[in-house]
């Protein structure tokens, strides 16, 4: 029988750490071995963690971060999957049975994922619950597309085959935030993934601090914190993934199309982590790629998804940014094409600045879709024939993971 190692990272939640893992022993499938590693807490979480007695195995490092600890149970973990849950959410009953139930059905997939629900407790001791703060719409499009997009997996609801691990490397011990969103997506470049958009855990939203001893950093700075760690990621994954991983996504009768739909996609995930420059350099490479023929549907949905990021457009509404987007408008008939879809993409935020009586924001907004609109010609005719596939072929898939950037970032 395959087994199942849950691993919870943890430091100083003895308050919600009993809760995590009785959530755990709870389960229908019960986990074979559940380990607590403890960073190096400074309240009582010890001494609740050894009150579990033979529920879990209990271990105690100095404090380093979440990847350090990692790192550190994956070497003590047995089974043959893993299953990572942090130490303020809690798992619902069937969470470990119908992650394993995927990965039987799916025997070629590494990755077994799963959706979730918000809660905040309520002083009155119960509870408010919500929907997931973001879940894609998965009728098209691949997981890892999704996935490259913006974080809709998270840990507690994701089951890994432990090779899988051995392939990706080590967490990077460099990082202090963005541990998980690197992780799933160096995963998803090497084997696919199953996903259910049944809820499996309970994401718990509270307003103490976040991080490990050494980068604390408040709830409400989470949103200005997480977003230089996205693209800070971002950048190294550019230089590891591969175009050609890009180009498996798309079906086209001529290949120069599957091209250019591979850098608008590759465009459109670092205008969403806000890194235009890389952006930019994409648009410009896919205008050049079929100069004469204007964007069909599909690849005009990517451009407006380039603008929907969770991280916002400031960036791009630079004078500098906002000048070259413009000039890569003028520079031929498939870059207005491409111009034209953007400004499409930047009409809801518009909307939604008036609606939140933000002027200035809507005015700098709009004087962006102005230029963009302007830009130049969108040729005649019809876009190439395209479509996206749901299942990435497996010759795509990357073997192994090599990065020096988060090799260097082990060793320091």
């Not at 407790?121 to 894609?136: K, L, M, T």
């Not at 080590?170 to 799933?184: A, C, G, Q």
């Not at 718990?204 to 976040?210: E, L, P």
């Amino acid at each position: 029988m395959t087994s199942i190692t849950a691993i919870v990272p943890t430091y100083n939640r003895a308050g919600y750490l009993a809760q995590a893992v009785e959530a755990l022993c709870a389960q229908t499938r019960r986990p074979d071995e559940i380990i607590v590693w403890d960073d190096g807490s400074t309240d009582g979480t010890e001494a609740t963690a050894r009150g579990m007695g033979d529920k879990v195995r209990y271990f105690r490092g100095d404090n380093g971060g979440k990847s350090r600890a990692l790192n550190a149970a994956m070497r003590e973990a047995r089974g043959d999957l893993i299953w990572i849950c942090d130490d303020d959410d809690l798992a619902l009953p069937e969470a470990a049975a119908s992650l394993c139930g995927l990965l039987a059905d799916t025997p070629e997939a590494g990755i077994a994922g799963g959706c979730y629900r918000r809660f905040r407790d309520r002083p009155d001791g119960g509870r408010d619950e919500h929907g997931p703060g973001y879940w894609p719409d998965l009728s098209s499009g691949s997981p890892i597309r999704h996935l490259l997009e913006d974080i809709f997996l998270f840990q507690n609801a994701t089951l890994v085959r432990r090779g899988l691990y051995d392939r990706a490397g080590p967490f990077r011990e460099d990082l202090t935030r963005s541990i998980d969103y690197d992780m799933i997506v160096r995963l998803g470049t090497l084997a696919p993934i199953t996903v259910t958009d049944t809820p499996l855990f309970l994401q718990r939203k509270h307003d103490g601090d976040r991080g490990p001893a050494a980068a604390r950093h408040a709830a409400g700075r989470s949103d200005e914190v997480w977003k230089g760690a996205d693209r800070a990621i971002f950048a190294d994954f550019r230089d590891h993934i591969p175009m050609g991983f890009y180009e498996a996504m798309f079906l086209s009768q001529d290949p120069v199309f599957v091209s250019r739909a591979a850098f608008l996609q590759r465009a459109c995930v670092h205008a969403r982590r806000t890194d235009w420059p890389a952006a930019l350099e994409d648009f410009r490479a896919a205008g050049r790629a079929a100069p004469d023929t204007p964007l069909g549907p599909l690849e005009v949905a990517i451009c407006r998804r380039a603008m929907a990021g969770k991280h916002g457009i400031e960036e791009a509404l630079m004078p500098r940014i906002r000048e070259e987007l413009v000039a890569m408008g003028r520079a031929n008939g498939a870059g207005a094409s491409i111009a034209r879809a953007l400004a499409r993409g930047l009409v809801w935020r518009a909307r939604a600045a008036i609606k939140a009586h933000r002027p200035a924001d809507a005015g700098r907004t709009l004087h962006l879709v102005s230029g963009l609109l302007s830009a130049g010609r969108v040729p005649g005719g019809e876009g190439p024939g395209i479509r996206e596939r749901r299942d990435i072929p497996a010759a795509a898939f990357l073997t192994s993971w090599h990065s020096p950037v988060w090799r260097e970032g082990m060793r320091q």
